[in-house]
């Protein structure tokens, strides 16, 4: 189903799923006994179920709990400052923009909602109390609605385009469901990770195995990454990514309840309410302006270092090397610029990098570290930076033996 991609931003960061995408390996097990009692199968099999498994059309409820271990209230307050130190926002956005809204999604649990009936047409609905936003892509037309603002969006993919399938019409990638999630993660194989089946499960009252995926490596930062997928039809319908740091899972994106039958047409029409604002997106803008924050593609050694993933960066400033393999890669990058003191920068930026940095010493000098459950980043005085799913040792340890 890498066409059901084409509908905008869906659900989790893509920087989440690249992370947990890092080089794996196929190491063959048997399914433990368990409630339901299905039959033994290795994990190359059941890997082999996935891939071709041709689920076209579905409808149903999901919840996704995401937790990337970032102080949000002190980055929510730097970024609220800075932006009012800036004189505010970009004007004129839309708060039924996807790349504005679905941002949310970033922490905290949420429900939605999903259908799909082939590649033309899916459906979002997240759910907020009272209020709804709905995303829906049916045919060459995107549509998004927020209820409590009463404002529509619209895009329009480009007459005659000729997008990646797997992109949205912004070129975003759209990892979101279980299924998306775990193709991101198995696309690419290698021999840094073991993978089993570990029992079986009742997911959304459908039976399902359980693929555990876990680092041979020590220094990375993922426990592990488990995957319920349905017996019947190899359909994914749970993912969880855990972090070494233990608690909550970093992405727990899971169906409650799923149909497999076609959904009814008018589940993907639209008209925008009487009287409802509607802005219209710039699909044939591209990369590099609103809606594509991250400039465009990453420089390929970021690419690997992220399994594919990312934020992006101009590949034109300063180079990009890896550093190991697999789980434990890391992308160093020389910016080749002396970075500003903070105590000099505005006190808005000091309070954001404050919120979510710690200065770090060693070998190779000084600088600040950047952490989460998953994604570590070190910034050093002289301009480098050294970023991975990695602990903060093996953060340090490269910029020491990078010296």
């Excluded at 404002?151 to 005659?160: L, R």
């Excluded at 990770?193 to 399902?208: F, H, L, Q």
């Amino acid at each position: 189903m890498a066409q059901t991609r084409k509908a905008s931003r869906y659900i989790v960061p893509v920087a989440v799923a690249g992370v947990a995408a890092a080089t794996i390996g196929l190491v063959p097990a048997l399914a433990a006994s368990g409630d339901p009692d299905l039959p033994e199968i290795s994990a190359q099999q059941l890997i082999e179920k996935i891939a071709a498994s041709d689920t076209q059309t579905l409808s149903g409820t999901f919840r996704i709990s995401t937790d990337l271990g970032l102080p949000l209230e002190g980055l929510t307050s730097g970024l609220g400052g800075l932006a009012g130190g800036m004189g505010g926002g970009a004007g004129g956005s839309s708060s039924a923009d996807p790349s504005e809204r679905l941002t949310q999604l970033v922490s905290g649990s949420h429900t939605l909602r999903v259908a799909a009936d082939g590649p033309e047409r899916q459906k979002l609905t997240l759910l907020d109390g009272s209020d709804e936003y709905s995303l829906i892509h049916n045919g060459d037309d995107v549509w998004a609605y927020d209820s409590k603002s009463k404002e529509v969006f619209h895009e329009k993919a480009p007459a005659g385009a000729d997008a990646p399938a797997h992109e949205g019409p912004k070129g975003q990638e759209l990892p979101g469901t279980p299924k998306q999630l775990a193709d991101e993660v198995l696309k690419a194989a290698g021999d840094t990770t073991s993978i089993t089946v570990d029992g079986t499960a009742k997911v959304a009252g459908r039976d399902a195995y359980q693929l555990v995926i876990k680092p041979k490596q020590s220094g990375s930062t993922v426990e592990s990454v488990k995957i319920a997928v349905d017996a019947a039809t190899g359909t994914p319908l749970k993912f969880t990514l855990a972090s070494v740091e233990g608690g909550k899972p970093v992405v727990d994106a899971g169906f409650t309840k799923v149909d497999f039958s076609k959904p009814a047409a008018f589940d993907f029409t639209f008209k925008a309410p009487e009287g409802a604002k509607v802005t219209e997106g710039g699909a044939e803008k591209g990369a590099g302006e609103k809606g594509d924050p991250f400039g465009g593609p990453l420089p390929e050694g970021l690419e690997d270092a992220f399994g594919g993933f990312g934020p992006g960066l101009d590949s034109g400033k300063g180079g990009v090397n890896v550093i190991g393999e697999g789980w434990t890669a890391i992308a160093k990058i020389d910016s080749g610029a002396p970075v500003p003191k903070t105590d000099e920068a505005p006190k808005e930026v000091q309070g954001l990098l404050d919120s979510f940095g710690d200065k770090v010493t060693g070998t190779f000098g000084s600088g600040t570290l950047f952490k989460t459950k998953i994604v570590n980043a070190l910034l050093t005085d002289d301009g480098k930076v050294y970023v991975g799913a990695v602990t903060k040792d093996a953060l340090v340890d490269a910029a020491n033996a990078g010296k």
